[in-house]
T-cell receptor, first 114, second 115 residues
């Protein structure tokens, strides 16, 4: 299993540009989520999904969109990038059955908005 | 809603010394508790978790944590650290039961092990 994969690893955007951060998992996990990590702030939940076709907002959803058309993929879209979105983005997935609730994290995407 | 407080943002220690990273949580319902580790330029990986049962939980790499319900704490310990333990450590909480999968993370503790 590849686990959770994220592309790209690094990205530089200009203010106002849009882009999609890709996330895929091959573990048949129902739950997927996106976090952003900023220094001294820990990880903050942006959006999450409990299954294909079902998404919901997390703690910091503004400026981001998500969709979940398949179990495997959960892309994060930045509609109009702003310098405040400079961050490291992590995708995670979890298999809820058997009550493990362990979240598996991807390697991250480091985004800089200038 | 739940919250997590990691009481130390940085903990420097010498190699082979014991270490304790402190975590307190707040929740109006029962919770599951987790410690994750993040090595430089990597994603997070699970160290250990408390779901139920014994309050002393053992994890990977010689770490353990103790759940204390009365003090709402879940401190992480290791009796003798190595240079390779240098990393950032995150405590996280999740409401137990139901279909709420969301984790709430603390702000992290940077453990630096010096020779």
């Amino acid at each position: 299993n590849a686990g959770v994969t994220q592309t790209p690893k690094f990205q530089v955007l200009k203010t106002g540009q849009s882009m999609t951060l890709q996330c895929a998992q091959d573990m048949n996990h129902e739950y997927m989520s996106w976090y952003r990590q900023d220094p001294g702030m820990g990880l903050r939940l942006i959006h999450y999904s409990v299954g294909a076709g079902i998404t919901d907002q997390g703690e910091v959803p503004n400026g981001y969109n998500v969709s979940r058309s398949t179990t495997e993929d959960f892309p994060l879209r930045l509609l109009s990038a702003a310098p405040s979105q400079t961050s490291v983005y992590f995708c995670a997935s979890s298999y809820s059955r058997k009550f493990s609730y362990e979240q598996y994290f991807g390697p991250g995407t480091r985004l800089t908005v200038t | 809603a739940q919250s997590v407080t990691q009481l130390d943002s940085q903990v420097p220690v010498f190699e082979e010394a014991p270490v304790e990273l402190r975590c307190n949580y707040s929740s109006s319902v029962s919770v599951y508790l987790f410690w994750y580790v993040q090595y430089p330029n990597q994603g997070l990986q699970l160290l250990l978790k408390y779901l139920s049962g014994s309050t002393l939980v053992k994890g990977i790499n010689g770490f353990e944590a103790e759940f204390n319900k009365s003090q709402t704490s879940f401190h992480l310990r290791k009796p003798s650290v190595h240079i390779s333990d240098t990393a950032e450590y995150f405590c996280a909480v999740k409401e137990s039961g139901g279909s709420n999968y969301k984790l709430t993370f603390g702000k992290g503790t940077l453990l630096t092990v010096n020779p």
